[in-house]
């Protein structure tokens, strides 16, 4: 096996089916509650990856987090946001992105007070460091876009100035989504980084690498440039790069 790369299939996903205990379907890309794997403790920061789709008007009530960074990004439905530093309520759809910094503290809700189902990626990546001051942003992303292009989404305090929006941690985060099948999205990885690539629909070609279906990722780990191309009929997918740990 190739260890500059690493592909996690859905179908090793831990799986948890949604219960009057627990508000979603949700396949867990990393340890997270009461699912614990060693060998699956996170990926660089990126500390947990859930893809969460949320029952009809239901969801995740009013919680406190600390010293994180939380990334959600909607897929399909609606997904209503409260949190303690806005003391506001915000519904955001498909491919809208929210990204809160916990810092010292903050308390938030995830809930979907919609009649259909609600699919959203809840990503947490660890600080560089702890506490601080806590911020809540949201932007709203069209198709237009992404659209057969690599859109960055969130960025770090070393490109905040240009990011739509930014976090405390050494990341970027970029989204695409293939509809023409002529379309090729490149991507390159620096030396000293590494990439978490998770296919969120449809499937994709990544040349060289395997190709991903849809909720497969991929871990990459060694320098190069990367070009997908639609391996059907439709592709959508994210990219988080980070700092490789020392």
């Given at each position: 096996m190739n260890t500059a790369h690493q592909k996690i299939s859905a179908s090793e996903l831990h799986y948890l089916p949604s219960s009057h205990m627990h508000p979603a379907n949700t396949r867990f890309h990393f340890s997270f509650a009461n699912y614990y794997d060693p060998n699956r403790m996170g990926f660089g920061a990126l500390r947990v990856f859930n893809d969460d789709d949320v029952k009809p008007r239901n969801g995740f009530d009013r919680h406190p987090h600390k010293d994180m960074e939380i990334i959600s990004y909607v897929v399909k439905g609606k997904l209503t946001h409260w949190d303690s530093v806005t003391k506001k309520e915000e519904?955001?759809?498909?491919g809208h992105v929210q990204?809160?910094?916990?810092?010292?503290?903050?308390?938030?809700?995830e809930m979907n007070k919609q009649a259909d189902w609600c699919r959203f990626l809840q990503i947490w990546v660890m600080p560089t460091k702890r506490g601080g001051p806590v911020r809540y942003n949201h932007k709203g992303f069209t198709l237009a876009d992404r659209e057969n292009k690599l859109l960055h989404i969130v960025?770090?305090?070393g490109n905040k100035a240009t990011s739509p929006l930014y976090i405390n941690a050494n990341v970027n985060f970029y989204a695409s989504e293939l509809t023409d099948s002529r379309a090729e999205v490149e991507f390159e990885l620096k030396p000293g980084r590494q990439a978490y690539i998770n296919c969120v629909e449809g499937s994709i070609h990544v040349d060289a690498l395997p190709s991903l279906s849809e909720r497969d990722s991929l871990e990459?780990?060694?320098?190069?440039?990367?070009?997908?191309s639609l391996k059907g009929k439709h592709a959508h997918f994210i990219i988080i790069e980070m700092k490789k740990p020392q």
């Open positions: 519904t955001i759809g498909r990204a809160i910094s916990a810092g010292s503290g903050i308390w938030h809700s960025g770090n305090p990459l780990t060694e320098a190069g440039k990367f070009t997908f």
